[in-house]
């Protein structure tokens, strides 16, 4: 998990361009979108493509979406449980 | 004021083909939405399509003109028939052109892969491309019906359409057109497809606008267009009665929560026409049937509308043909008028309570005389057209009208100006173009929007980043109360086109980028302008080729009103695949070259470095470029006040602008002239670079000598001389820039 987690901070450093944050300094328990960083529903979007991308986890539903970025460390369990499940 | 009649109209959608049998259609309800055939791609799901049935799906193998152009030529066929004359101004919205013939390509020679990244390769295949420009579709009809004045190509998104007719408008009304042809073109198109789906707007069990279950678009393809003249005709479809144009500022892909911008043109439009809101008797909805549009054009519609008027969308039966749909609407809603019939909402089961306005479901016969049709785009792009069933002139002055009437001359003031090149910013560019020097190349990323936060613009591709560069050189947000935004790009957004293309292909169509695809959009800088600017005013991109600056500043000095301050930007990138891929210009060996000019102007005159006027822009090949400027302003500037020329010849169209540049310098003896894509390098918006240096030099009251090849003593200028700025691309254009 924990490893997910820097993987993580990484990939979406990288992702969303966010140069100015190092992961040392990434808050996974921070809100995600729409809270400092400026992460908006179409960077929510580029994450869900991430997602099944790279963990063939599919985040279709938008109520679940919006659990599943409240925060780094939301989605890192969600892909955790849907990673075991497959 | 003059009235602005539509004689002529042809339109083509997934529905049908044709005025008679768009309307047939249009009253069983049915709707033209289905399977594609024109691309598949292994892994991509299924995505229902609006595809034009009339159009076969290959042209005959000799002819390899892109399906777009064919929809074009199509629906401006029917227009100029029904008319029964040939335009002489074209304006076309369009965001799609050539791309789906050059996504054929890239899939069919493997352009992605690694192992064909190479300048032989670009080299090899280029002739494959030359119609994947915008500019390419507007070019093509003027060859058809030999239109001698400008094709403007008008890129807003999903907008493009209705802001094609409402520039029309503006240039007709001002005298500056006589007879356009205006409306929007779009074809299917892996990038659009599979884009809006990453954006997850793509609804996979058929468009419900105003549903509420409604769940997203279907990307449709289409054209229409209206034959527009001032000249009084027997009879007509119906007049374009007013417009509105605005910026949302807000986001690039979101509308603004409340609608405020797509109120904000509606009214303007309603107004424009001399009307009040209660006058309109239906309102053709941008309806597109996504979530957040639906809510916030309804949010819209009852802010403005004590009680709204019936109102529908006809999404739902022709799919969402993006710059087409404008065009299309505009076409229904001549027809509605003049058949006296409301269309009804094809896909629309369950209307959405929430939403507080309800739609006409089905189609219903009704005396209508004003239409409202609404169009909205992403980068915030809002337009609103009025179309009217009377004639007489009927029709009252607006705002806008009083502005356009009361220009004597439409010079604009220019305050301030701003140049980015492969040698830097502002100073560092005009410093070495000043002294002859060379400025080609291009900058380095890290001084692109070095003052802004990263977060803001962390999602920004090279282009935009230009464009907000260009912005803040010219000047600074917090001073400027610029309302309004006009932006010029021969190619737009390449880096972000090409890598979610790449996306595409990479991942046989399952995987692509959705900041890729905003940020792909034509009109994508202009938004993200509008945005640190606040500009909630009018936002226009061109995509004109090499004549894409001279296309914003045309419609800038046509529809700046008189106390109104804008922006006009022009700017290309250099990309090393797609630039030489496309830009008949570069050679695929040369070094790149990009960069443009930014401009801050007004009408107010004081406190101006310079005036800035478009004086021709046009096809017209056979008459001599001194004669161009006889007619427009006279020869008596040019032996009088002319102190130099720069002329603006690209590579691809060398031997043809030296011929007609030294027919026009035998008429004068010793006119300086500066061939200054020599210093610029090769970029479609080299233009708006020269455009910067000229205000230099007109600001210092000197043009250096060094600036010429034959090394001239410097000129110091006087109240009333100025520079003359030629552009010899697909289109001759003549700017003069003038000293206060």
Known sequence: MNALLEELKEKLISLLNLSDIRPENFDENAQLVGGELGIDSIDVLEMVVMVEKDYGVVINNQEIGKEVFSSLASLARYIESHRKMA | MKTVYIVGAGVISSLACGLEATEAALRTGRSGIGASSLFSLPLAPELPVGQASCLSEKNSDSDDMPRCHRLALLAAEQAVAMAGEKPRTLVVGCTTGGILTSENFFWRDDF????????????????????????????????????????????????????????????????????????????????????????????????????????????????????????????????????????????????????????????????????????????????????????????????????????????GATGHSLAACGGIEAVVSALAGRKGFIPGTTGCREPDAALGIRPQLSLQEAKITHVLSNSFGFGGNNAALVISQVDEGATALGDALADAENIADNFLAVYEYAAVSGVGLTKETLLSLQSGQPVAGRIAPERLCADLPQRAVRRLGRLTKLALTLAEEAVPVATSGIESIFWGSGWGALSETYNFLRGLAESAGRFTSPIDFVGSTHNSAAGRVAIEYQAQGKNLSFSGGDASFEQALFAAQTMIGNTEKALLLAADEGHDRFSPLFDPSIHPDAPLADGGGGFFVGRDRRGAKCLMRLDFLGHDDETPLVNLCKNSFGVAWLTRYCAAIFAGIPQARQAEGERRLSEFLAEFNDMPVLRHRNLTGEFATAQAMAAALAVSSIEAAHIPGALFSDRRDDTILSSGQGILLLGFGTMTSIVRLVKV
Do not use: W
């Open chain 2, 112 to 315: 992605f892969a690694p192992e064909n990244e190479s300048a032989s390769f670009n080299a090899h295949v280029k002739a494959k491309y030359r119609r994947h420009g915008l500019t390419t579709v507007a070019e093509e009809i003027a060859r058809r019906f030999g239109c001698p004045g400008p094709a403007l190509t008008v890129s807003t998104a999903c907008s493009s359409g209705a802001a094609a007719i409402a520039l029309a408008l503006a240039l007709l009304r001002s005298g500056q057109a006589t007879t356009a042809l205006a409306g929007g073109v779009d074809s299917l198109s892996r990038l659009t497809c599979f884009g809006f789906h990453s954006l997850q707007l793509v609804d996979v069990a058929g468009c419900k606008p105003l549903d509420k279950n409604r769940r997203g678009i279907n990307v449709a393809e289409g054209a229409a267009f209206l034959f527009l003249t001032t000249k009084k005709p027997r009879q007509c479809l119906g007049v374009v009665a007013g417009a509105g144009l605005s910026c949302d500022a807000y986001h690039a892909s979101a509308p603004h929560p409340q609608g405020l911008g797509a109120r904000a043109a509606m009214a303007m439009a309603i107004q424009d026409a001399g009307l009040k809101p209660e006058e309109i008797d239906y309102i053709n909805l941008h309806g597109t049937g996504t979530a957040d549009n639906d809510a916030a054009e309804a949010m819209a519609i009852a802010a403005l509308f004590a009680a709204p008027p019936p109102l529908s969308s006809i999404k």
